[in-house]
């Protein structure tokens, strides 16, 4: 992921504008965020500021509005990790 900022100049990792790469890399900064993944600080920037879209931010609170769940996928979560706190409404 820091490849695209020190390449292109950032602050995206195509460049200035914000670009399908992003959209594409958006799910994983969620995920790099959520499990506080250790990551290179250029590559934590990055993830900060996709965070920080608003767009982005309004995508994450609709998806922890959603009312339907996957039971099965709760089920697999607890039996593989650890759910330290349930954001959902």
Same mark, same amino acid.
């Given at each position: 992921?820091?490849?695209?900022?020190?390449?292109?100049?950032?602050?995206?990792?195509?460049?200035?504008?914000?670009?399908?790469?992003?959209?594409?890399?958006?799910?994983?900064?969620?995920?790099?965020?959520?499990?506080?993944?250790?990551? /290179?600080?250029?590559?934590?920037?990055? +993830?900060?500021?996709?965070? *920080? &879209?608003?767009?982005?931010?309004?995508? #994450?609170?609709? /998806?922890l509005?959603?009312?339907?769940? +996957?039971?099965?996928y709760? *089920? &697999?979560?607890?039996?593989v990790?650890? #759910?330290?706190?349930?954001?959902?409404?």
């Amino acid at each position: 992921m820091a490849r695209g900022p020190k390449k292109f100049g950032g602050p995206f990792l195509a460049g200035e504008n914000f670009t399908a790469v992003d959209a594409f890399f958006s799910p994983v900064a969620i995920k790099i965020n959520n499990y506080n993944l250790p990551i /290179a600080d250029i590559s934590q920037h990055y +993830v900060n500021r996709i965070l *920080e &879209l608003p767009h982005l931010r309004q995508w #994450i609170k609709e /998806a922890l509005n959603e009312p339907w769940r +996957v039971f099965e996928y709760e *089920e &697999l979560e607890k039996k593989v990790g650890i #759910i330290i706190k349930d954001l959902r409404s």
